[in-house]
């Protein structure tokens, strides 16, 4: 038998799944077969994710995670995904601050205080900071470093900055006109369909300024499409505005970033070349789920035993709360 467990951070949801249950890991073809199976909006299970949450061991640090977008591809690194993994892990050792193996780094997390009654709350790194062109990458729009900088190619008149963290993001500050049209959608699209750009694919963040130190971000997601929050795009897109508009931000200050999904505090850190961000959210598990380890493989999910945490109602009561939730809901319907 193995259990899952439905969890999400800022309601970018995943099942998270920790491998060490099985008498050896999936192979990554095993692992991309079970997300898309587990994810289908349709014939998934609950309804479906953004992805799933792979934990494998990993010496000198708590466990490692592998993300995997719903069409099954591989993620570099999940902020949102990332902490709910250190929750999982949190409670596994017993350890409040401790290190996660990715791909590309050991990133710090630390348990926090919640961010109200019922709602987990976790920090975690999120870096290497990159705005190399090889890094992202991109071609063919006559820059070789993205940083406020209009890409007529793109659109013709918004400011973009590219930052890998190491996810490749593309961030644009709008209006609220803007920030409710088609242009981010169309964007996404393009760029992550065939194209002379980006040809890896990057997601895409739009990002309206409320007051200093505070956005709200709403991403299309490479892999994925719309999310209710991407962390590594509110990481990334927090580097932006200090960079961009450093008379309403500052680095080692405390942001507050609103997303169709709830919200999450980030701080950004400038050691002489280093960036780094700390990204502070929720880590909510809204279900456990037990199932036979050839169920899983398989895809049926009739075997399954589901037991709701009741974890949603509070963050739901959470998340209700926050003033700028109204637009958060004008902006979701109907995507």
Request: charged residues 15%; contains cysteine; glycine residues 8%.
């Amino acid at each position: 038998m193995v259990t899952l467990q439905k969890v999400h951070g800022s309601e970018n949801s995943f099942f998270l799944f920790d491998e060490t249950q099985l008498t050896q890991p999936l192979t990554n073809t095993q692992l991309a077969t079970v997300t898309q199976q587990l994810t289908n909006a349709e014939t998934g299970l609950l309804g479906g994710a953004d992805g799933v949450l792979a934990i494998t061991a990993a010496p000198g640090t708590a466990g490692k995670m592998t993300v995997v977008n719903t069409d099954g591809s591989f993620a570099k690194l999940c902020g949102n995904g990332l902490r709910t993994v250190a929750r999982y892990l949190s409670e596994k050792t017993g350890q409040a601050t401790f290190k996660v193996h990715t791909d590309f780094a050991d990133l710090a997390v630390a348990r926090q205080p919640q961010l109200a009654e019922g709602v987990p709350a976790y920090s975690v790194e999120i870096s290497p900071v990159s705005f190399a062109p090889q890094d992202l990458p991109f071609a063919n729009l006559g820059v070789d470093r993205i940083v406020d900088t209009v890409l007529p190619a793109i659109h013709p008149s918004l400011k973009f900055t590219a930052i890998a963290v190491p996810n490749p993001h593309l961030i644009a500050f709008v209006s609220p006109e803007v920030l409710a049209g088609s242009d981010l959608e169309r964007i996404g699209k393009m760029l992550n369909a065939k194209n002379p750009y980006f040809p890896e694919g990057v997601n895409v963040t739009f990002a309206e300024i409320l007051d200093k130190d505070t956005l709200f971000a709403r991403t299309y997601e490479r892999g994925v499409g719309f999310t209710n929050a991407c962390g590594t795009g509110m990481s990334a897109t927090t580097l932006a505005f200090i960079l961009t508009h450093p008379e309403e931000a500052a680095f080692d200050r405390v942001n507050t970033v609103y997303n169709p999904g709830g919200m999450v505090k980030t701080i950004v850190h400038h050691d002489g070349e280093r960036y780094w961000i700390e990204l502070i959210g929720n880590a909510t598990v809204t279900a456990t789920i037990t199932l036979p380890d050839t169920a899983l493989l398989a895809g049926d999910w009739q075997q399954a035993e589901i037991h709701a945490t009741g974890e949603q109602a509070e963050y739901k009561r959470f998340i209700d709360a926050l003033p700028h939730r109204k637009l958060a809901n004008t902006l979701t319907e109907g995507v």
